[in-house]
């Protein structure tokens, strides 16, 4: 009797925290990004008997990760778009073959945290090595730009970037685009706090660009603020100038209202934060909807603005940059 091979592989994708400029890095302006600690894991193995329905042509999806309420299946469709994305881009054609990916982590899915850049950069990866394709991480970051197109149209690269990479990253969305890893000289905690509204990313990106188009002038002189503001970001980040910092994403918070993409949920978590002395608060990611991000030094601030945060009612998630 033959010894039979499990072949089985394994892949991770970072979740992430943009710290200045989501939605102004769509055109072209510099953004800061990074990794926090809870990632999603994706799992490639062959389909055996009773793998049920396949998701898209030759691959089964069993998707366990942990999400808010209807997020899983507000993002159905765009989810089948992406994994079909992933498998063009990778020329992997599964139907002779049948294969099973699992998806889990420790992430929990929700708009704002990176969770579809997670689960592309973790799909790919898992999918190189079961083909052992022997792929680099800047051709997995590609593939995950791609499959990011699935969830929202025209991405700017970032959330795949720092997803793959990890770590505090500057970018700049180009051809190529620019990232350039930094340093900050010691961890600093924040919080994330969820709004549990879940919201769609092509909407908000799409609401900006009409918006500009029909007042130019104006969001001209928006868009050159922050692409200032980043600037002194980086150096106070780098400085460990926690004040600096926190006024410096208040401003962000404020810009990114000007441009209508935060809500009244995202404003109201932003308002608990800051009076339960977080240094400084913004919305993060997408917004409508999604997370708020925290300056909060040291554990005990920490635990105190997401105390804060809870007993708001909502749900606060205790993690760090750098
Ligand atoms: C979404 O996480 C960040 C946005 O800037 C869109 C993008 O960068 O593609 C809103």
């Known amino acids: 009797m033959g010894l039979e091979v499990i072949q089985m592989t394994t892949g991770k994708g970072y979740g992430k925290v943009i710290m200045f400029n989501e939605h102004f890095v769509v055109y072209g302006i510099p953004a800061i990004a990074g990794a926090i600690d809870r990632s999603t894991v994706a799992t490639v193995e062959p389909c055996k008997a009773g793998c049920g329905k396949p998701f898209v042509p030759g691959l089964h999806l069993v998707d366990d990760r942990p999400a808010t309420e209807g997020y899983k299946e507000d993002k159905i469709d765009q989810q089948r778009e992406s994994v079909r994305l992933i498998l063009e881009m990778m020329a992997i054609d599964p139907t002779k073959a049948p294969i099973r990916v699992h998806l889990g982590g420790d992430l929990k899915c929700a708009s704002g945290i990176g969770a579809s850049a997670a689960s592309c950069t973790a799909m790919a990866r898992a999918l190189d090595r079961y083909y052992k394709l022997g792929l680099s991480d800047v051709e997995i970051n590609r593939i995950a730009f791609e499959g990011e197109k699935g969830y929202h149209g025209t991405p700017s690269g970032l959330d795949n970037t720092v997803s793959t990479f990890g770590g505090l990253i500057w970018y700049v969305k180009g051809e190529p685009m620019t990232m350039e890893p930094f340093k900050v000289p010691k961890p600093v905690e924040i919080v994330m706090g969820n709004t549990g509204k879940v919201a769609d990313t092509t909407a908000a990106v799409a609401g ?8 130019p002038e104006r969001y001209g002189r928006i868009f050159v603020k922050a692409g200032t503001l980043v600037e002194r970001a980086r ?10 910092i926190g ?29 339960n002395g977080a240094i400084g608060a913004k919305m993060t990611g997408g ?8 300056l909060t030094p040291g554990k005990r601030l920490q635990e105190k603005v997401a105390r804060a945060i809870e007993e708001a009612g909502f749900e606060a998630l205790r993690t760090r940059i750098g």
């Open 208 to 215: 900006v660009r009409e918006r500009r188009q029909a007042d």
């Open 235 to 244: 150096g106070s980040l780098e400085a460990n100038d926690m004040g600096a």
């Open 247 to 275: 006024k410096l994403m208040d401003e962000n918070h404020r810009l990114l209202q000007e441009i209508e993409v935060s809500s009244p949920e995202l404003d109201l978590l932003v308002d608990v934060a800051r009076e």
């Open 287 to 294: 917004g409508l909807g999604g997370n708020i991000v925290a």
